[in-house]
């Protein structure tokens, strides 16, 4: 897969509606905060001023990362390959018998009620090639966690 990250047209979307807002309103508060601070005086000792220009740097480094993020989407269908790989969903079961879905896929790609594992977490990655049957075993702080594959199916939207 080429440098960027893979998403799903709807975390493409949300990205975009965020950057969006925060190079029109989100500036414009900022900018507005940042006067309304400097009209109380000294800056030197102007706490309200501090925070109005600190936000707007945390701000605009989002702007930054958003716009990376956006410029170097991968949004693609995912082939059904019976495996599990970024963009599909993993049905799997684990040492307790308790069966969950987990999407892999990267951070960016939140689907609420969905547990998401990013390709490069050690979830993830031990869950990428897995065919259904097949064991992913991997490494964690609270231990070594074995899931079953049960299933595996491309991520929809739906």
Avoid: C
């Amino acid at each position: 897969m080429p440098d960027g990250k893979w998403m799903t047209p709807a975390a493409l979307q949300k990205l975009q509606e965020e950057y969006d807002y925060l190079t029109t309103k989100g500036r414009e508060e900022v900018v507005q905060r940042i006067s309304e601070a400097r009209d109380h005086g000294d800056l030197k000792e102007n706490s309200e001023y501090d925070t109005a220009k600190n936000d707007q740097g945390l701000m605009e480094a989002r702007i930054r990362q958003l716009r990376e993020l956006i410029e170097n989407a991968i949004v693609s269908e995912v082939a059904d390959s019976g495996t599990v790989e970024v963009g599909t969903i993993a049905t799997v079961i684990d040492d307790d018998g308790d069966e969950m879905d987990i999407f892999v896929a990267p951070s960016e790609n939140k689907v609420p009620g969905t547990l998401l594992a990013s390709p490069d977490s050690p979830l993830g990655a031990a869950l990428l090639g897995k065919k259904p049957g097949e064991d992913a075993t991997y490494e964690a702080p609270g231990g070594t966690f074995t899931y079953k594959v049960k299933s595996v199916r491309v991520y929809t939207g739906d």
